[in-house]
């Protein structure tokens, strides 16, 4: 049987596009995957394409991979399927339409946008275009989280009335960035919300409203914490979600910061920073958010059942350089990655357009809740990085 090869072109040259690329790497099938094939072909730098040539030789890319010193030049192409943009937050908007403008599929790391209507333009684009369009939330694509999502859609813990998740991180913004860093910045639209708080939304949302057959958007009350800087280091959201044909009301607690920790000693001694909890039981899901590698199912009639989740990875031997997961990447496991990646990989295979996990509105309407939140809150970017205009020159 032939392999459905994607060919990948990465957008920037920072932290997690290497992450990314290197995680494309391994061959598909060490983790089960037979039908497909992933190949970087080209790299975009928007400082030099000397840039662009080392991060392509860091990730083991072909020699014959192009190595572009703008991403004009990288969306233009022809040999690149897709775009995966690995930009701050800030650049997504401008990034996204330059590659959907020149008929390019799209994934995008999140936050997806500045805000929605940004995503709705870009939507609307895509559908013009007739491309694909993801954004990046890699933890949606674990086994881990199907598992979860099957757990919660099976009705073994009962029908679900809250899931409570926490994406906290002690780094102490004044002793771990500069001003000028994309996480505190309000130039790149830094903040915990947009950059840490998404994974606890996303639990909240992969729970409560991927689960049901006819979802609704919840209304949301929150509080926030404000760096110097303007920009949010701790935000704390209630959501409450209409009932369902499945279930009543629910409720959704997501929390997020930087001055505390979900995990303090590393060793998960604090309990789990996810539960999903139903008439039944409930299901925990350890930190970090982003990339769990523990779940503990706890039913009402005496059943505990607690499973890792270990990412696979071509093996210690093989020579692969871990990438940006440090201590949550044991030797010769991959990040993790690789599942969005196969997911985009299937959806071009199959002629779909958007992620089977989550939908271009359910990013939306994720997209509409950060924006209440930072409303509620007064947390407003600057106005080149929130206009609907495009191109505009960051
Ligand atoms: N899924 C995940 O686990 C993670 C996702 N992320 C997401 O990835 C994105 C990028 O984060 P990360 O890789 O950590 O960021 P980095 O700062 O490490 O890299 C960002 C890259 O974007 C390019 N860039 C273009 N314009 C600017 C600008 N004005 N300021 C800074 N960089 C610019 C640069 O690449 P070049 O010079 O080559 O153009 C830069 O290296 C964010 O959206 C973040 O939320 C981040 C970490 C983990
Ligand atoms: O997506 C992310 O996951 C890991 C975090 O450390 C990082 O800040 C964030 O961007």
Redesign the pocket.
Known sequence: MSKFQLKWGIL??????ETFARDLWPNPECRGVKDIEHTVVAAA???SAD?AQKFLKEVRAADSAKAYGSYKELAQDPNVDIIYI????S??YQNAMLCLEAGKNVLC???FTTNAPQLEALIKKAKEKNVFLME?V?TRYFPLSIYVRDIITSGKIGPVSRTSADLSMAMLPENTFDDSH?MVNPE?AGGALL?LGIYALTWVFQTLYTTQKDPKAPSVLSTMRKYKLGTDEQTSMLLTFPATEARGEAHGIATTGMRTAADPDGKGTAGPAIRVQGEEGEIQVFHPA?RPTRTKLILKDGTVEDKEWPQPGPGKESGWKNG?GGDWQPEGEGQG?FWEADECAHALKEGRKEGQYESLQESLVIMQVMDEVRKQNGLKYPEKIETLDYPVD?
């Open positions: 920037a040259t920072g932290g997690i596009a730098s928007s400082s840039r690995a930009t701050p937050h650049h997504h790391e999140k936050a990046a890699w994309r790149l950059d982003f940006f990655m960051l």
